[in-house]
């Protein structure tokens, strides 16, 4: 009823009710009040509904317009064109607000939304991307009071009308496998098996609430806990797979239960005596005496543990003159770290001392590695903007790899931009600031949190003067100089909305432009041409490749025609059809082209030809008056197939098959009468 019209609420919060049911007073009660703008405007513009006022029925009547469509005149209209105006407001002020498209936390709330917009749109008949068209209505309507979404225009629209093309392109497809699943399991209602809905996820991006929006307006539910069992079960697996930075999710090691911390040296140190305080076999147990492979845990270390990306420290441990060999440093919580080791020469005991050695090579590429990624960071943002954030890096004494929201791929131009700003900051040789401080104190600096990472109440800055500033644990090199060289070895998307970046540095770097140096100069003595010649020489190589390709596929064609001799006196009757079965041993194209002259020289009949050239081929043409009717030349080839070991199909006009087995072309071509008075 519409005699009672909500138009203000309001709530007291006082307390906080944890999952046992018990109210804890909040430190600060308040009232939260239901007074918003959209009701606000419904008042003073005598509407009973916030969708009716002026602030929505612009993109409404827009949308309305594209589609053919009149607002008021259907309530599955009405809801489209409402879930459309509300929705892109929401993605609008979401990505001006520096969030991407992503499948997870909040980049996964903002596809979410789109893209249950755009389905909403193609249900009104929008065959074309028409979400940016109603965020630039949104920004008409709402700039002046958040000129954030105007000075970001560009960039919001580009990234909408990227997220509604990718959606696009899986959307029929998704919706027609969504169709089959209905039609199979859910003729009369019922209950759509959750590995369906979790393919649409997996496979399309359709959210798990889309697929039920879409099975809801047919009576059907979805297997909710089927759903959430198969995407449990790959979470496992991501798991299991997983290697780089910010996992929270792997199985908790038995060394986390070490009540003693490990006191971290290796900010200055490199080398010292420490002192066990646990011991660990290869399977994790905890033992007082070791003298196999295992783990073990010291009061302090320089060893840095694997963390934050950066890859841990090698080295080795000495009891008196007797080396135990350090394969690797976890971190298995954020106060105990653990040396993995080979079989120790001599027994190791709790309590027993130490001297924690670390192999400073490595260490030395690692942190000039870590110190490039912070560099690499500020370049992006620099260069493609401030949406870009850190989803994910890699950092080993090899190379360095950094993974980034971002919604397209990086061009040539944008990288070469990219490594020259990092080129020149390594070049300035500015001196690193690192400081430990309280959080707000390193917001104040301008460091970034990472969504989704847990802080302690003090917190360790990393910072390049004028370039970067970030939150990080990790060893860095004491001035940039120290990195020598930077390049980008390649960008691709790892996901939707995920790039990445694998890079070299220093001595890594040198050693990649000696080796492409050597192959350049190799090039170039062999084409006897200088270094700025060798593309245009490269070029003409390839154009006389393509020439005399194209002469070569020329003459087998002749020699196979040759071969073939006339075909044409080959011809027989069977049931009253004219067909041609022969050997003909060309290539593909060849058999295509013989085809259509025989063909057209029949007038009306079948033409079969086979070929043991690289492999078996068979082929089968039939004239239109045939096609479709008396003959399907897919069905035919199809049966063929089988004498060659292979398989095939096509048009009721011409279908082609390939097989392992040439032997089997007589027997083929033998079995052509059977095949067409059956096919």
């Given amino acids: 009823t519409d005699r009672y019209v909500e138009i203000w609420n309001l709530v007291f919060m006082q307390y906080n009710r944890t999952s046992d049911g018990v109210m804890h007073p909040l430190p600060r009660p308040s009232v939260d009040t239901g007074m918003g703008l959209e009701r606000l405007v419904a008042i003073k513009q005598g509407v009973y509904n916030n969708y009716d006022t002026s602030i929505f029925q612009t993109i409404i009547q827009q949308c309305a317009k594209l589609s053919g469509t009149t607002y008021g005149n259907s309530k599955d209209t009405d809801v489209a064109l409402q879930v459309i105006a509300d929705h892109i407001r929401a993605v609008t002020f979401l990505i001006a607000d520096g969030i991407m498209p992503s499948n997870e936390g909040r980049g996964y709330v903002l596809r979410r939304i789109a893209r249950r917009a755009i389905r909403f749109g193609v249900k009104l008949g929008l065959t074309e991307n028409f979400l940016s068209g109603c965020a630039e209505l949104v920004m008409e309507e709402m700039g002046s009071a958040y000129p954030v979404i105007v000075e970001k225009k560009s960039f919001v629209l580009e990234v909408i009308d990227t997220e509604e093309s990718r959606f696009r392109e899986t959307l029929e497809r998704g919706l027609q496998i969504l169709e089959e699943a209905f039609e199979t399991h859910c003729s009369n209602g019922g209950l759509l098996p959750g590995d369906i809905g979790f393919q649409l996820h997996d496979t399309f991006g359709f959210p798990l609430d889309l697929t039920q929006l879409i099975a809801s307006e047919r009576n059907i539910e979805i297997d909710v806990d089927g759903y959430n069992a198969k995407m449990a079960e790959q979470r496992?697996?991501?798991?299991?797979?997983?290697?780089?930075?910010?996992?929270?999710?792997?199985?908790?090691?038995?060394?986390?239960?070490?009540?003693?911390?490990?006191?971290?040296?290796?900010?200055?140190?490199?080398?010292?005596?420490?002192?066990?305080?646990?011991?660990?076999?290869?399977?994790?147990?905890?033992?007082?005496?070791?003298?196999?492979?295992?783990?073990?845990?010291?009061?302090?270390?320089?060893?840095?543990?694997?963390?934050?990306?950066?890859?841990?420290?090698?080295?080795?441990?000495?009891?008196?003159?007797?080396?135990?060999?350090?394969?690797?440093?976890?971190?298995?919580?954020?106060?105990?770290?653990?040396?993995?080791?080979?079989?120790?020469?001599?027994?190791?005991?709790?309590?027993?001392?130490?001297?924690?050695?670390?192999?400073?090579?490595?260490?030395?590429?690692?942190?000039?590695?870590?110190?490039?990624?912070?560099?690499?960071?500020?370049?992006?943002?620099?260069?493609?903007?401030?949406?870009?954030?850190?989803k994910g890096s890699l950092v080993t004494p090899e190379r360095l790899?950094?993974?980034?929201?971002?919604?397209?791929?990086?061009?040539?131009?944008?990288?070469?931009?990219?490594?020259?700003?990092?080129?020149?900051?390594?070049?300035?040789?500015?001196?690193?600031?690192?400081?430990?401080?309280?959080?707000?104190?390193?917001?104040?600096?301008?460091?970034?949190?990472?969504?989704?990472?847990?802080?302690?109440?003090?917190?360790?800055?990393?910072?390049?003067?004028?370039?970067?500033?970030?939150?990080?644990?990790?060893?860095?090199?004491?001035?940039?100089?120290?990195?020598?060289?930077?390049?980008?070895?390649?960008?691709?998307?790892?996901?939707?909305?995920?790039?990445?970046?694998?890079?070299?540095?220093?001595?890594?770097?040198?050693?990649?432009?000696?080796?492409?140096?050597?192959t350049l100069t190799e090039v170039t003595n062999q084409l006897r041409v200088r270094v700025s010649d060798v593309p245009q020489q490269v070029e003409k190589l390839i154009d006389d490749k393509r020439k005399l390709e194209k002469e070569l596929a020329d003459l087998r064609k002749e020699m196979a025609q040759l071969q073939a001799g006339d075909l044409m006196d080959s011809v027989q009757d069977f049931g009253g059809i004219k067909v041609i079965a022969a050997e003909f041993n060309g290539d593909m194209n060849a058999m295509r082209e013989e085809a259509d002259r025989l063909r057209n020289k029949l007038g009306s009949g079948v033409v079969v030809l086979a070929s043991g050239t690289q492999g078996a081929k068979i082929l089968v043409a039939a004239t239109k008056d045939l096609a479709g009717k008396t003959v399907h030349a897919g069905n035919m080839v199809r049966a063929l197939a089988k004498h060659i070991g292979g398989g095939g199909g096509g048009r009721p006009d011409m279908a082609q098959a390939g097989g392992k087995n040439p032997s089997g072309i007589p027997n083929a071509l033998a079995a052509v009468p059977e095949v067409l008075t059956s096919h």
């Fill in 236 to 390: 496992a697996m991501g798991r299991a797979n997983w290697k780089g930075s910010g996992d929270a999710g792997h199985e908790v090691s038995p060394i986390a239960e070490v009540k003693s911390k490990t006191e971290f040296t290796g900010y200055t140190e490199t080398s010292h005596e420490a002192s066990i305080v646990a011991l660990f076999d290869k399977n994790g147990t905890a033992v007082q005496t070791l003298t196999s492979a295992g783990s073990v845990v010291l009061d302090r270390t320089p060893f840095y543990g694997e963390s934050g990306g950066q890859a841990g420290d090698t080295g080795s441990l000495w009891v008196g003159d007797t080396e135990i060999v350090v394969l690797d440093t976890q971190k298995p919580t954020p106060d105990v770290v653990e040396h993995q080791i080979d079989s120790p020469a001599s027994e190791l005991t709790v309590g027993q001392k130490v001297l924690a050695s670390i192999a400073v090579g490595p260490r030395l590429l690692s942190r000039r590695n870590h110190t490039a990624t912070h560099l690499l960071h500020a370049a992006l943002r620099k260069v493609l903007g401030n949406h870009v954030t850190q």
């Fill in 401 to 518: 790899r950094f993974d980034f929201a971002h919604h397209k791929s990086v061009s040539p131009t944008e990288i070469n931009e990219i490594q020259r700003l990092v080129q020149t900051e390594i070049e300035a040789n500015s001196s690193l600031n690192v400081r430990v401080c309280s959080m707000n104190e390193a917001k104040e600096q301008g460091a970034m949190a990472l969504f989704g990472e847990k802080y302690g109440d003090e917190v360790r800055v990393v910072c390049v003067p004028n370039f970067s500033v970030e939150l990080c644990g990790g060893t860095h090199v004491e001035q940039t100089g120290e990195i020598a060289l930077f390049h980008i070895l390649s960008e691709a998307g790892i996901s939707a909305g995920v790039r990445r970046i694998e890079a070299l540095t220093s001595t890594k770097a040198f050693e990649w432009y000696q080796e492409r140096s050597d």
